[in-house]
């Protein structure tokens, strides 16, 4: 689903809403409900239904997020008849523009009648599905399936035609009832939290507090870590992350990295700026020449995709894109000649404005605007696709070879053909009034009609004796008069004038305007109509004005039937609707392949292709964070890092000092799983992953004023709606819960949480200052304990960056590293006393708690020791026994594919999997 703004950072409110796209929202009782987007930039017509889990509406919001509709049709609160129907309306009024209307407006029924008739069911999941069955059996079947669906599209059509004033061209609108199926779901706060789309809010702040301080060593310190409160967190230095234990077989990379000459011949002039790179990951990748292909990435990186084969074509398509520079740098080339507002071809075409009887709906000029524009776009598109399409005549990857076997199309020729030899060669758009008008009114070629051949022939002679008349009267008065063209007033004269203000206002107050023309030297047949400025006279004549009415009525006609001609051509353009939205989705498709290769060349490093399995672990090798990457000031350097988590070590217990990258560490981690899960290569030198079905986030803490809720309120809230969504094929991020209570209690709901997503067998990654939650790793053979290197000397905490296993950790130095806070309190500029008084403190506590747990080992005897050996070896045998039988299941499922592949290939039918097979096809 495309959807959403085209800004460089993009945002997740109104304030990017797409000025395209609109949507409409009901429910019922059961908590099921139908949403349905319009986009009329591409013309599709998504609808889908669904029942939300929890009180929070996720899966709406996920949906609206992708779409980001400028105005979303909700039941009126004054009309609605569902009990709790308001929940849905509660929850998106934040963040949306909403447009009551009447219960009544929801009628499925009628909605399944627009429906078809706009879309005759020609496309989308209905358009396949009718090539198998019945339309009878398909309409039945998606009826019930859909009913609330239909009722939400059934109010949004009806607001577009009425309120917007809008009517679309039946036939011509793409409809899909997928929703959200082959997608990684996303939770709001994972987008913000991340920085996918926008960078977070606090950067300025720590900016503020860097300039502000007046202690050098916290300064310092701050410096460094320029864009940790971002969640861009500075890893930096020496030192590389090494697996507890060997990849599994099979997990090599199959194909080489970039060296250093691939990536120089990047097209250096596409960079953005390093500002912009940095602020968030749409900013970092998005280097794409149309509105089409920023809107997919927008897409994209709010619906990561789990279907690998087509991960693996978009993979496919982008190694040889970068293993061929020279083809690239031509491809681009090439899309930055075609016109940035691709998505309007389509939309121009098919959306006109409703005919309502008013004044602005019969002028002919607007709407003959409209078309000529709308096919000086098209015929601007189809020149360039023939130069592209030759461009990409020896491609080996499947999908660049559908790409070139779509664009290079005969019946896009035979287009280009019918618009030309319509449309003037010469026919163009213009910012002048009059030019404008000659403009449209010969946009068409002559001899195409030969009543428009009439009317622009009296058209043209009725000009030029306006102008004839203009050189008679500068003759016959020796004033240099200079003819100007108004919508409004026709052609007129303005003369110079030396008068002084007040000499004007008398002669303006004093009657008649052929009067006033008198002591300005001029003919008492010259009629004043305007004082313009201090220094000119607007004027016209008798005569002047008869041929300025002359020459309108000749323009009227020029155009109505300029008009008739064009709509013909629209006509049967129209039919070609499905093919030139497939052209379009190509082309956002290759952009979007482009954008990638510009992200990887322009960038320092290694960056690497992630490899695919239906089932098995995440593995990292000296993986970078991306937007880090993305500077290079130098004497900065972005400290590489190893991330490892299998169904054997599912929970990665993270623990260090304050600013040393926890959070941007596991920050990183879910930043390369959503740049690989959208077909990017990544910067690291190997990546293996089977995609997760979703993506959580519990980071940051703040307050609710408004719901009267403390941090600790909010924070178990959230946890509670993670816990619910959360399934065995998450990803989870968890930064220091439960610090907004007391010790006791936040260190016992830490842990009981960290038991729960043990057994539900979610890759987790928890960051935390509780050290009894270190014991976990003591306990359960699933949970692994890592910890933030660090060094304290004089007093002092250098920073390392890196990560290792804490049965290894080398911190050096004496005990004050386990009070890494107290040390940053002193560097902060806390005096001396306080900071010393607090180290006695923090050293007797722990003396206290080291003698107990020496009292708690030693009464332990070594049949206690013997049944935790037993355990752990209980569980990696149940692990290895699961993880075999996973991939017996996946052997066979690869079989039967490669069975299906061959006759696929024998009949030249390429595989292209969900999602660009769509745009492919």
């Not at 240099?480 to 007040?502: C, R, T």
Request: proline share 4%; with cysteine; glycine share 8%.
């Amino acid at each position: 689903m495309q959807g959403g703004g085209t800004s460089e950072d993009g945002d997740l409110d109104r304030t990017t809403a797409s000025q395209h796209c609109y949507a409409a929202v009901i429910e019922n009782r059961a908590k099921e409900v139908g949403v349905a987007v319009l986009d009329l930039s591409n013309l599709s017509l998504h609808i889908t239904q669904h029942i939300e889990a929890g009180r929070l509406y996720t899966t709406t919001q996920l949906l609206l997020d992708a779409c980001q509709p400028r105005q979303l049709v909700i039941v009126g609160s004054n009309h609605h008849e569902v009990a709790g129907a308001a929940g849905v309306n509660q929850v998106t009024a934040a963040a949306w523009a909403q447009v009551p209307l009447p219960r009544s407006a929801f009628d499925d029924t009628k909605g399944i009648l627009a429906v078809e008739e706009l879309t005759g069911w020609s496309c989308g999941n209905g358009g396949t599905a009718l090539a198998e069955a019945s339309a009878a059996e398909v309409g039945q079947g998606l009826h019930k399936s859909h009913y609330l669906g239909f009722g939400a599209a059934g109010a949004l059509l009806q607001y577009v035609r009425r309120n917007l004033v809008l009517a679309l061209s039946p036939g011509t609108v793409q409809v899909n009832f997928e929703g959200i199926k082959h997608h990684m779901a996303l939770d709001r706060d994972a987008v913000t939290s991340l920085e996918i789309l926008a960078p977070t809010k606090s950067t300025a702040a720590l900016h503020k507090a860097v300039a502000g301080s007046t202690n050098s060593s916290v300064a310092s310190v701050l410096q460094r870590q320029q864009g940790q409160s971002s969640g861009i967190n500075s890893l930096q230095k020496d030192g590389v992350y090494q697996p507890n234990r060997p990849l599994p077989h099979g997990t090599a990379p199959s194909r080489p990295l970039l060296d250093s000459r691939t990536r120089r011949a990047g097209p250096q002039g596409h960079k953005p700026s390093i500002s912009a790179r940095t602020s968030s990951l749409f900013g970092f990748l998005n280097h794409c020449s149309t509105t089409c292909g920023a809107r997919l990435l927008r897409t994209n990186l709010l619906q990561p995709l789990t279907n690998i084969p087509t991960l693996e074509l978009r993979l496919d398509s982008l190694q040889e894109l970068l293993e061929s520079p020279h083809l690239t740098l031509e491809l681009i080339s090439l899309m930055d000649t075609l016109p940035k507002n691709l998505d309007k071809v389509c939309s121009n075409l098919a959306v006109r404005p409703a005919n309502t009887g008013n004044a602005s709906s019969r002028d002919p000029s607007t709407h003959l605007g409209r078309l000529v524009s709308a096919v000086i776009l098209l015929r601007n598109v189809l020149r360039c696709l023939p130069v592209m399409a030759d461009s990409m005549a020896w491609v080996d990857s499947d999908l660049l070879k559908a790409i070139k076997l779509n664009l290079g199309q005969e019946q896009l020729q035979q287009l280009l053909k019918e618009v030309e030899a319509v449309v003037d060669d010469d026919a163009q758009a213009s910012k002048a009034q009059f030019v404008n008008k000659v403009q449209q009114c010969f946009a068409v070629r002559a001899q195409v009609d030969s009543f428009l051949d009439i009317s622009r022939a009296t058209f043209t002679r009725l000009t030029e004796q306006i102008h004839e008349l203009a050189a008679k009267y500068r003759s016959s008065t020796g004033i240099q008069l200079k003819m100007q063209y108004s919508s409004s007033k026709g052609f007129y004269m303005v003369v110079p004038e030396g008068q002084s203000q007040h000499e004007w206002a008398k002669t303006r107050a004093a009657g008649a305007s052929a009067a006033a023309a008198a002591p300005l030297g001029l003919p008492r047949s010259f009629l004043v109509l305007d004082k313009r400025g201090r220094h000119s006279t607007c004027v016209t004549t008798h005569e002047l004005n008869a041929l300025n009415s002359r020459l309108r009525d000749a323009a009227a006609d020029c155009m109505m039937l300029t008009v008739q001609v064009l709509e013909r051509l629209v006509e049967r353009l129209l039919q070609q609707m499905p093919l030139l939205q497939r052209i379009l989705d190509n082309l956002a498709l290759l952009d979007l392949l482009l954008s990638f290769f510009q992200a990887v060349t322009g960038s320092e490093g290694d960056f690497c292709r992630p490899t695919l399995y239906k089932s098995g672990p995440l593995a990292i090798t000296k993986g970078r964070h991306p937007l880090l990457q993305a500077i290079n000031n130098p004497g900065f350097d972005c400290k590489p890092n190893g991330t490892y988590i299998s169904s054997s070590s599912s929970l990665q217990l993270l623990t260090g000092p304050n600013m040393s990258g926890k959070s941007t560490y596991i920050k990183q981690v879910a930043l390369l799983v959503v740049m690989a899960q959208i077909g990017c290569y990544i910067p690291a030198t190997f990546m293996a992953l089977s995609p997760y079905e979703s993506l959580h986030t519990r980071i940051g803490t703040s307050d609710s004023i408004e719901a009267n809720a403390s941090s600790f309120t909010v924070e178990m809230t959230d946890m509670a709606h993670l816990l619910t969504r959360a399934g065995p094929r998450s990803l989870i991020l968890i930064d220091e819960l439960g610090r907004a209570t007391s010790t006791c209690d936040g260190a016992a709901l830490s842990w009981s949480m960290a038991e729960y997503l043990l057994a539900l067998g979610a890759h987790v990654l928890l960051a935390t200052h509780f050290s009894q939650l270190e014991e976990l790793a003591a306990i359960y053979p699933g949970c692994k304990h890592w910890r933030m290197q660090v060094a304290v000397k004089d007093s002092d905490i250098h920073y390392k960056w890196s990560i290792a296993p804490a049965a290894t950790d080398t911190r050096g130095g004496d005990n004050q590293a386990d009070h890494y806070g107290i040390l940053l309190a002193r560097m902060a500029g806390l005096p001396d006393d306080i900071t010393n008084r607090a180290m006695q403190v923090a050293q007797k506590l722990n003396a206290q708690q080291q003698q107990r747990k020496m009292t708690q080992q030693l009464g332990q005897d070594s049949s206690m020791q013997r049944l935790k050996q037993v355990y752990s070896l209980v569980h990696r045998l149940g692990c290895v026994a699961r993880q075999a039988g996973v991939d017996g299941a996946q052997h066979g499922a690869c079989a039967d594919s490669d069975v299906q592949g061959a006759a696929a290939a024998s009949s030249s039918t390429m595989n292209l999997g969900k999602a660009d097979r769509e745009a492919v096809q």
